[in-house]
């Protein structure tokens, strides 16, 4: 008897060593938002030390404290260590509806656009490329070499969504919270996660007011 595919909203996130970690606490924290949402999270070693230096977050990715990264409901999240290649989310026979790498270091786009599979991250964004289901990176890196351009390209052409961490200034943003916001808003929207992070060009915007 062949089961039915299952109801769960299923997403992945993964945070690599690329500076810029606070987009990825970001995403954490808005899809954690929705209950729906079954969030599957993993987190790189060098992740680990620049949640350190940017954030003053000491993360124990051995025996992992959702409270430590200090994000509200932390602790709906289902953790897999980096180097668990066993996990759930290392089969494509385990539905996840989308993946997303935030912030995706370089040496990740190199190794995912290769082919590669060493650890759980590159594992679970190689199944996201072989089951042609959603997989959306956030560099944030510059300037950009040849190599990081062939690679970003690679990944593009097998369908890859590219969002590099590039804030726009259109909505007049006023904190760098809101520059971030912009990029995590663009990201939850190729997750098809709803989301209230500031108006969308073309809608009705509210007067400012200065304080």
């Known amino acids: 008897m062949s089961r039915?595919?299952?109801?769960?909203?299923r997403i992945a996130l993964a945070i690599t060593g690329a500076s810029g970690a606070v987009y990825g606490l970001r995403v954490l924290e808005e899809i954690l938002k929705q209950r729906e949402i079954e969030l599957h999270l993993t987190i790189s070693a060098s992740a680990k030390k620049v949640l350190a230096v940017e954030?003053?977050?000491?993360?124990?990715l051995d025996k992992f404290n959702p409270s430590a990264l200090k994000v509200p409901g932390a602790e709906r999240a289902i953790y897999h260590h980096f180097e668990?290649?066993?996990?759930?989310?290392?089969s494509g026979s385990f539905h996840v509806e989308a993946m997303a790498?935030?912030?995706c270091s370089m040496g990740s786009v190199g190794r995912i656009a290769h082919g590669l599979s060493d650890d759980l991250i590159q594992r679970a964004a190689d199944v996201m490329i072989k089951e042609k289901r959603p997989l959306?990176?956030?560099?944030?890196?510059?300037?950009?070499?040849?190599?990081?351009?062939e690679n970003l390209l690679a990944l593009a052409r097998l369908g890859v969504t590219v969002l590099p961490a590039a804030p726009g200034f259109y909505g007049k943003p006023r904190s760098v919270s809101e520059m971030v916001d912009f990029i995590v808003a663009r990201a939850l929207d190729h997750l098809h996660v709803p989301h209230e992070l500031g108006p969308r060009w073309g809608e009705k915007q509210e007067v400012k007011s200065k304080k």
């Open 4 to 9: 039915k595919p299952s109801s769960v909203r």
């Open 84 to 90: 668990n290649v066993a996990a759930p989310i290392a």
């Open 136 to 149: 959306v990176v956030v560099p944030r890196e510059t300037p950009l070499s040849a190599i990081h351009l």
């Open 101 to 103: 790498i935030v912030p």
């Open 55 to 60: 954030h003053g977050i000491d993360v124990n």
